[in-house]
């Protein structure tokens, strides 16, 4: 379903509607493993595995392309022998697109586990303390390994708030740590895309922006957002760093986020999106909505014969009732993680959806309006 | 898909072959929700779902039936409340029949937190402590409030081993009980089984066989097995009672068991069955195949590109390999569950479809031959 078009880089974008009023912009990401519609939102699947969803299940809502977790698989099962088994795609039995992150963010989460230096990031495994050091080539061999179709550079998500000094050291670094990722990689045909750091601080993103600009990438991230900044910030940074960044590549923001930061995100020209938002929300029984949040363990839904949202037409809400979904998760079910991560990703995949379909009619800012009305609506109800 | 055929009782159960040389039968029972073929395996779906599996996963892997849990959907959500939301088949979206069990079963497992006497039986709930009184015509109210299609009587699921003066009372009240069960029907349209109870004592088999059909029941069960005797006086006790029992009635092995106890029943003329065995032992990664049972956690799995069973061809099989699922199962991941549950009760259910296959073609002792020198061979390699 997904038609390769002849292009010589690894992927190849293609802008298909920029809309009046907001940066907002639809495009097609072309991948060695089929075409992305953007703007894209990448269900995370951390372990060769979306937690609770088959292959099959996330196709039918609509992943196009998911994401997956360099340093987990590094640790486990093994790189090399995931390479043996055949690569990730083959491993976990996905073969749409799969981007895989550098391993970077979940290294620098491990705190007093891990130690920085030029050459890399000398670690404690999460699972068994033993030692590893985890390098920009490292990375790139693991991520070709497990047969990436798009690979990010390693490089260090910087803790929010941070000094200055410690911020542009940290992004000088990480430009350096770039380079040799670009260096470092042999497979032509698997895309590599640079990661913006720089912190809050607009000098340091643009000084970042520009180094990665002279190496060349096939597209551009904005990392380092989510990381405990108000939204009002998140956004100004994304106002900076999106326009220092070419029209024609891909625009991924990292990790991010809420509904409402997609839609901002969108709105100021971001193309790409991954978060553990929607699956980690089910599992803990948070769900997502038209008309905003709800937490399903409530007393209020013990005996509520409605769907979770009756605007929602995903497999969830054709057929389960609240008080089912609030009886699975009392119960300590698989199914209730199964059925609330079933929804919340369509709730995601279907908002990503709306958003291409107002882009390509000209009207996202009355949707981005609607949408917020919506939710405003809900909550003083 | 399941045609309804006119009969007055609400079950009819006819009969379609015999097999030279054992006792195995094939049949069809037809209920107010669909067609049944027996021999017949029912996944377990204890508090309103077959753990891990969805209504359309169950329907796609041939389960025809499943069993639903007075005891726990008694207290939650609790079966006014199963009533006021529809029903249990609406609750968890599953449209093909439902057997309930009595809730006995659960309710003697409490041990020290329950007492019998004439009227019920009262205990403790496992959840918050609350005090309850289960009799025979509660079980039968909440059957029927959940919208059971075939029930099964109040009875006292005898501990092995006990004395003979405490198997002879327990099972002569089980026979009251039965008949209170009984009387205190109010739905024509359900079917309601009775429960040969007595031990592993012939005698008291014989009387409590001859209890039940004195009062009359749509279809008989035997009760009491598979709770730590050998197999052999399993057998044994299903040699004396499957033979008291009407031609033209279902007969329900409870709780039974392993492939091998599977085999065995049928060969003695059992049609129904239901066992935690294959949903349990998946999700502690104990996995069925042709050759027998195999532990995905074993670290000899850990590079193997083999399906779980070469020769099984259902979902899991046709798409991971043995080292996908070990590493799920030692990830944690909820999809171990998921897939390992979807293996075992393709492997359970394909089982009874080979045998009913057997039976049609005369030639149930040959694949039962077949059945034992597969595992024997493969336990010798």
Redesign the interface.
């Known amino acids: 379903m997904h038609q390769e078009l002849p292009h010589a880089r690894p992927v190849e974008f293609r802008l298909l509607n920029e809309c009046p009023d907001t940066q907002a912009r639809r495009g097609t990401l072309h991948t060695r493993r089929g075409v992305i519609e953007t703007p894209a939102f990448m269900p995370v699947g951390t372990?060769?595995?979306v937690?609770?969803?088959?292959p099959e299940q996330l196709k039918e809502i609509g992943a196009q392309i998911i994401l997956g977790n360099t340093y987990h698989l590094y640790l486990?099962?093994g790189h090399e022998?995931l390479a043996?088994?055949?690569g990730l795609h083959h491993?976990?039995?996905w073969d749409r697109p799969i981007l895989t992150d550098s391993g970077g963010f979940q290294v620098f989460s491990l705190g007093a586990l891990r130690k920085i230096d030029e050459e890399g990031v000398r670690f404690q495994s999460h699972l068994d303390g033993s030692a590893h050091i985890l390098t920009p080539e490292l990375s790139i061999a693991v991520q070709e390994a497990l047969g990436s179709d798009i690979m990010m550079v390693f490089d260090e998500c910087i803790p929010h708030p941070a000094t200055r000094s410690y911020v542009a050291e940290s992004t000088a670094r990480s430009s350096r740590w770039a380079a040799r990722c670009k260096k470092a990689r042999t497979d032509e045909s698997a895309a590599l895309f640079g990661i913006v750091q720089g912190g809050m601080d607009r000098e340091l993103r643009q000084q970042s922006a520009e180094d990665l600009l002279a190496t060349g990438f096939d597209g551009y991230a904005l990392g380092g957002l989510s990381v405990g900044e108000s939204a009002d910030v998140m956004y100004q940074v994304m106002e900076w760093s999106l326009p220092l960044l070419p029209q024609n590549r891909p625009r991924y923001v990292m990790g991010v986020g809420t509904p409402e930061n997609l839609v901002e995100a969108v709105s100021r020209g971001a193309d790409m999106f991954d978060c553990v938002m929607p699956t980690r929300n089910a599992r803990n029984g948070v769900l997502f909505t038209s008309f905003g949040r709800i937490s399903i363990k409530q007393a209020r839904y013990?005996?509520d014969?409605m769907p979770i949202d009756p605007e929602c037409s995903c497999y969830v809400c054709r057929?389960?009732?609240r008080?089912?979904l609030r009886?699975?998760y009392?119960?300590n079910?698989?199914?209730a993680?199964?059925l609330n991560t079933t929804h919340n990703l369509y709730y995601y995949l279907h908002l990503m959806q709306d958003m291409r379909d107002a882009i390509a009619a000209g009207k996202f800012k009355a949707f981005r309006e609607a949408f917020y009305h919506k939710q405003i609506s809900a909550g003083e109800a």
Do not use: C, D, W
């Not at 937690?51 to 088959?54: R, Y």
């Open positions: 372990q060769g595995t937690k609770g969803m088959l486990r099962p022998r043996r088994l055949g491993f976990m039995n013990i005996e014969a057929n389960y009732s008080a089912y009886h699975l009392q119960s079910e698989i199914l993680s199964v």
